[in-house]
């Protein structure tokens, strides 16, 4: 596979490029607003750099990792799922779910749009399968779906200070971070859906956007989650407080990102999973979506899957604002 990465400013750029790397992809080179970025990242990385996001996609790369500010990356998305490319898309890609109405309606019309959530890609969710595949899993109960990161202060060391604008980002740790946790619960709810109970937002380090969310969902099958974000970590290093909890009538499952496990009621086992630590998840994600790319499947997680939870985490904003 081919790869280009447009907007090598992202913070998550490097991220991307080590799992194209690691997937045996050939990065045919990269593209930034910043030609200066551009540049830098390319020396940097020994790659080549892209004039314009059109001579990027007259490239014809198999695929195109889509960075940068929401403003404009919805209608960048759209000339390169319309020039024929596979895109994925990285988050926040638009600052309300309305603005991606364009791509959700190339996504159902089958354009391959990926966004890499890669907690999707956690060792609970094979386990969950299944043990709903052998009937054992049992009626859902709650969950809950942690990401607490370090101070927002970090974002302006990683050269992104509009993160930490609403104008710019769409919201604070809700939308950067408790996306992840929103369309984990969706995924999880599946058909039967989640109403939002309650929505709270907290103003620790006295920015603009908030840096700690916390919200309530709940299905009519009475499943209950807890989806919370937050920039309150206290420590500018990588990682955080990760947990991905789900309990249902025979199982309990928890992820902490260093370790995995399954508590089994039926036959009073615990269960150690391989782990599979959170930055080595978008490696994973990448692997899986070229691969689904290349078999002609959808993405794990697509662009109608990210609306849904966008328009979630809006409904959100506008009950804890109201």
């Known amino acids: 596979m081919r790869i280009a990465l447009a ?4 913070w998550h750029a490097a991220m991307h490029r080590e799992a194209a790397h690691q997937a045996g992809a050939t990065i045919t080179g990269v593209w930034d607003e910043d030609a200066d970025v551009a540049a830098r990242f390319a020396r940097e990385n020994g790659l080549e750099t892209h004039a314009s996001p059109e001579a990027l996609a007259r ?15 919805v209608e960048r998305a759209i000339s390169l799922v319309d020039a024929g490319l596979a895109v994925m898309l990285e988050k926040p890609a638009a600052l309300t779910a309305g603005e991606l109405e364009p791509l959700r309606d190339r996504g159902r019309r089958g354009a391959f749009i990926a966004v890499p959530l890669p907690n999707r890609c956690s060792p609970i969710w094979p386990r969950i399968a299944e ?21 927002p202060e970090r974002y302006r060391i990683d050269g992104v200070p509009w993160l930490l604008t609403p104008q710019t980002s769409g919201g604070g740790a809700l939308r950067n971070l408790g996306i992840h946790g929103v369309e984990a619960a969706l995924a999880l709810a599946g058909h039967d859906g989640l109403e939002l109970v309650s929505a709270s937002l907290g103003h620790l380090h006295g920015e ?12 009519d099958r009475g499943l209950i989650v807890t989806v919370e974000a937050g920039y309150t970590y206290a420590s500018m290093a990588r990682g955080g407080d990760f947990e991905w909890r789900v309990s249902s009538a025979n199982a309990y499952l928890v992820d902490r990102g260093d370790h995995c496990s399954t508590t089994t009621l039926d036959d009073a086992a ?3 999973e391989p782990p599979l630590l959170p930055g080595e998840r978008y490696k994973a994600f990448m692997a899986d979506t070229l691969a689904r790319l ?13 609306w849904r939870a966008m328009t979630l985490i809006d409904e959100a904003y506008r009950r804890a604002m109201a």
Do not use: C, K, W
């Open 208 to 219: 603009a956007v908030e840096d700690y969310a916390v919200l309530t969902l709940r299905s």
């Open 270 to 272: 615990v269960r150690g």
């Open 294 to 306: 290349a078999r002609g499947e959808a993405p794990l997680v697509g662009i109608e899957d990210y």
């Open 131 to 151: 043990l709903a595949a052998a009937g054992r899993l049992g009626g859902l109960s709650h969950a809950q779906f942690r990401i607490v990161n370090g101070p």
């Open 59 to 73: 490239a014809r790369p198999d695929l195109v990792v889509l960075m940068g500010r929401p403003t404009g990356l």
């Open 7 to 10: 907007g090598v400013g992202h």
